[in-house]
């Protein structure tokens, strides 16, 4: 099954099981991804999380329910994975403006939001530059933090952030950007800001080392201003490069972003010719 097909029929699984559990364990067993790589190309793909395309579904539904004025406000909330009318209120009055009692009324304009439909054009012509390069295990320094999936595209331009305003950029310069997963499953990952390891040199406090093992990765250039640039490759990775890949697949966890020195362009990460790359480990299907 191609990535796009697998996306697809993820989609077709949630709209037919929306009122039973679904985690992202589950859902990507279903097309037999980890749920690793599942969530960071579904959202890359379909343009928000896999958890706000659930939460925006369900409480579509649950609006229209409510609007038929013959459900109660806490059997709807049950039905669709809430666990108390308080929480349900609250999210529902987020997402439709209104509350459950004013649906019931049916005197207000509720939000809707359809399902997600793929469709598969035909581009060929493309040009996607990668190589596929060996490199052996190396050691990093770096600030971990655990993020969720559902928050990290918000959360870690702010880890950035704070790890520069409170000076760190001098222990940990920040030539790496690395996302571990290395159960390729769950709701939270591992994210390290890092520079190579000196063994040389003393932990700077808070810190940690991290063992990065030999893989066989795919690499990706990314040339232009941030983060639209990163942003572009890796959406490409998965909409273009991972549909028409054949002999290789995923191999582990990981995904590595490496940041060339800003100090080597006229106008740092925002100039044109500003260079990244973005690894993937993989493995010979």
Same mark, same amino acid.
Request: include cysteine.
């Given at each position: 099954?191609?990535?796009?097909?697998? #996306?697809?029929?993820?989609?077709?699984?949630?709209?037919?099981?929306?009122?039973?559990?679904?985690?992202?364990?589950?859902?990507?067993?279903?097309?037999?991804?980890?749920?690793?790589?599942?969530?960071?190309?579904?959202?890359?793909?379909?343009?928000?999380?896999?958890?706000?395309?659930?939460?925006?579904?369900?409480?579509?539904?649950?609006?229209?329910?409510?609007?038929?004025?013959?459900?109660?406000?806490?059997?709807?909330?049950?039905?669709?994975?809430?666990?108390?009318?308080?929480?349900?209120?609250?999210?529902?009055?987020?997402?439709?403006?209104?509350?459950?009692?004013?649906?019931?009324?049916?005197?207000?304009?509720?939000?809707?939001?359809?399902?997600?439909?793929?469709?598969?054009?035909?581009?060929?012509?493309?040009?996607?530059?990668?190589?596929?390069?060996?490199?052996?295990?190396?050691?990093?320094?770096?600030?971990?933090?655990?993020?969720?999936?559902?928050?990290?595209?918000?959360?870690?331009?702010?880890?950035?952030?704070?790890?520069?305003?409170?000076?760190?950029?001098?222990? #940990?310069?920040?030539?790496?950007?690395?996302?571990?997963?290395?159960?390729?499953?769950?709701?939270?990952?591992?994210?390290?800001?890092?520079?190579?390891?000196?063994?040389?040199?003393?932990?700077?406090?808070?810190?940690?080392?991290?063992?990065?093992?030999?893989?066989?990765?795919?690499?990706?250039?990314?040339?232009?201003?941030?983060?639209?640039?990163?942003?572009?490759?890796?959406?490409?990775?998965?909409?273009?490069?991972?549909?028409?890949?054949?002999?290789?697949?995923?191999?582990?966890?990981?995904?590595?972003?490496?940041?060339?020195?800003?100090?080597?362009?006229?106008?740092?990460?925002?100039?044109?010719?500003?260079?990244?790359?973005?690894?993937?480990?993989?493995?010979?299907?």
């Amino acid at each position: 099954m191609d990535w796009i097909h697998a #996306v697809m029929t993820a989609v077709d699984y949630i709209e037919e099981n929306m009122t039973e559990e679904l985690t992202a364990d589950i859902i990507a067993s279903k097309v037999n991804v980890s749920p690793f790589y599942f969530q960071k190309g579904f959202s890359l793909l379909c343009g928000l999380t896999l958890k706000e395309y659930i939460r925006n579904r369900r409480l579509t539904l649950a609006g229209n329910e409510l609007c038929s004025g013959n459900r109660r406000v806490i059997d709807v909330a049950l039905k669709y994975g809430y666990d108390s009318p308080d929480s349900f209120t609250k999210a529902f009055t987020r997402f439709h403006g209104v509350t459950p009692s004013a649906a019931q009324k049916n005197v207000s304009m509720l939000k809707s939001f359809a399902p997600l439909k793929i469709k598969i054009s035909l581009e060929g012509g493309y040009l996607m530059d990668y190589k596929i390069t060996k490199k052996e295990s190396f050691t990093v320094l770096g600030a971990s933090k655990r993020f969720r999936y559902d928050n990290a595209k918000s959360e870690i331009p702010q880890f950035w952030q704070e790890h520069y305003a409170a000076g760190n950029g001098k222990y #940990v310069c920040g030539m790496f950007g690395i996302n571990i997963d290395e159960q390729m499953g769950g709701e939270d990952f591992e994210y390290l800001i890092a520079d190579v390891y000196n063994p040389a040199s003393d932990i700077p406090e808070g810190f940690v080392t991290k063992v990065i093992p030999a893989f066989t990765w795919a690499v990706f250039p990314c040339k232009g201003p941030m983060p639209q640039a990163l942003q572009d490759v890796n959406q490409k990775i998965f909409s273009e490069w991972l549909p028409a890949l054949k002999n290789y697949e995923f191999a582990a966890g990981y995904c590595i972003e490496m940041y060339d020195d800003a100090a080597k362009y006229p106008n740092g990460t925002s100039d044109e010719n500003y260079y990244c790359e973005i690894w993937i480990p993989v493995k010979e299907k």
